[in-house]
């Protein structure tokens, strides 16, 4: 049977309980992991404070691999923020599930619904818009964005916008979602065919729950990358 989400409207709208729950709990552990490895900083760091700052330069570098040196302070914390959101959304609902009677998913990866990471990707391409227009002002960011190198790429440029958005969204929806239904499938595996298939299943869900977190980790770097990309293409001028 399908996966069911825990419903609930408020006036004429309706919302997903489950998603709006696990999405909580990303930022809170979000919060939770950069509060706690923050705390008592050192000149000499050890442990959780080598953590934070490893994150911290590799997301960096992403960002300088397709910014000028002079943007990439500009932009970095927000691609930390975006990198460990998306990190934590893609492997929360990938270590373990909860499902109750009649298929009703109580825990999940937020990722794993289209409805996020298309609004994921949605805001990340606003996002390069505001800072283009931001840096440059609107008159010369709409020239350099969309009429240079030459002014008669405006209308593939403008369809570009709408499918950066669809293929962001639908990448990363489509590589989680694709993970917790195999883990799903092994695990009704145990229950269909019985206990004695334990030797078996146990293997086989470790090994795709290992595939899965590397799975999840690249595909936050992926998201991560290609906003930068998308960003460089606004802020920066073609000459």
Same mark, same amino acid.
């Given at each position: 049977?399908?996966? %069911? ?7 004429? =709208? /309706? #919302? ?14 979000? &919060? =939770? ?15 959780? %404070?080598?953590?934070?700052? /490893? ?8 960002? *300088? ?34 499902? +109750?009677? @009649?298929?009703?998913?109580?825990? @999940? ?6 409805? +996020? ?16 227009? @931001? @840096?440059?002002? &609107? ?11 030459? *002014? &008669? ?27 917790? +239904? ?11 065919? *019985? /206990? /004695? ?21 690249? %595909? ?6 290609? #906003?930068? +990309? #998308? ?9």
């Amino acid at each position: 049977m399908e996966e %069911q989400s825990l419903l609930f409207r408020i006036g004429p =709208l /309706w #919302f997903d309980g489950t998603i709006l729950i696990m999405t909580a709990i990303t930022c809170l552990l979000v &919060f =939770l992991i950069v509060f706690l490895c923050t705390r008592n900083l050192k000149l000499k760091p050890t442990g959780k %404070q080598n953590f934070i700052e /490893w994150i911290i330069e590799f997301v960096r570098k992403i960002v *300088g691999d397709n910014l000028p040196g002079k943007d990439v302070s500009t932009y970095h914390l927000i691609a930390v923020t975006l990198f460990l959101f998306i990190f934590i959304a893609n492997e929360i609902g990938l270590v373990t599930k909860i499902v +109750v009677e @009649k298929d009703l998913t109580l825990w @999940k990866s937020p990722t794993a619904n289209p409805a +996020v990471t298309l609004t994921l990707a949605l805001m990340a391409i606003a996002m390069t818009h505001f800072f283009g227009v @931001k @840096k440059l002002g &609107f008159k010369r960011y709409l020239v350099n964005a969309y009429l240079k190198p030459v *002014g &008669f790429l405006l209308p593939i440029k403008i369809i570009e916008e709408f499918t950066n958005i669809i293929t962001l969204g639908l990448r990363l929806y489509g590589n989680i979602f694709a993970g917790e +239904v195999l883990l799903g499938l092994i695990a009704k595996m145990l229950i269909s065919i *019985g /206990w /004695w298939s334990l030797p078996i299943v146990i293997p086989l869900e470790m090994i795709w729950i290992a595939f899965s977190l590397f799975i999840g980790a690249i %595909q936050a770097y992926v998201f991560v990358t290609l #906003f930068m +990309v #998308f960003l460089s293409h606004k802020i920066v001028e073609e000459h």
